[in-house]
Nanobody, 120 residues
């Protein structure tokens, strides 16, 4: 019932920028944390960034200083601002969230992913 929908992926030149969005919807009481992971072809999924309800953020070492994660006022949408993109950033980016449903149940939710391709 609770779902995450990503948007904003596409083809970007090296050195360019792109912003991803992830919107959570459904019977949500609160969102404990939201973030992003990515999976490149032939690789396992890796954490990109995460933001907690209190605003604390964490980033993977490969994106520190280049990517920024933020939330909207309703705390149901997260953004991933990606700058200085490199070809190795090419991956499917998945939104992830730990939500508290209106029933009080905690659930970890994954989006279906959005493809980011960094190439000339």
């Amino acid at each position: 019932q609770v779902r995450l929908v990503e948007s904003g992926g596409g083809l970007v030149q090296p050195g360019g920028s792109l912003r991803l969005s992830c919107a959570a919807s459904g019977n949500i009481f609160s969102i404990n944390r939201m973030g992003w992971a990515r999976q490149a072809p032939g690789n396992q999924r890796e954490l990109v960034g995460m933001i907690a309800s209190g605003g604390n953020t964490n980033y993977g070492n490969s994106v520190k200083g280049r990517f920024t994660i933020s939330r909207d006022n309703a705390e149901n949408t997260v953004y991933l601002q990606m700058n200085s993109l490199k070809p190795e950033d090419t991956a499917v980016y998945y939104c992830n969230a730990m939500v508290v449903e209106t029933s009080g149940r905690y659930r970890e939710i994954w989006g279906q992913g959005t493809l980011v391709t960094v190439s000339s």
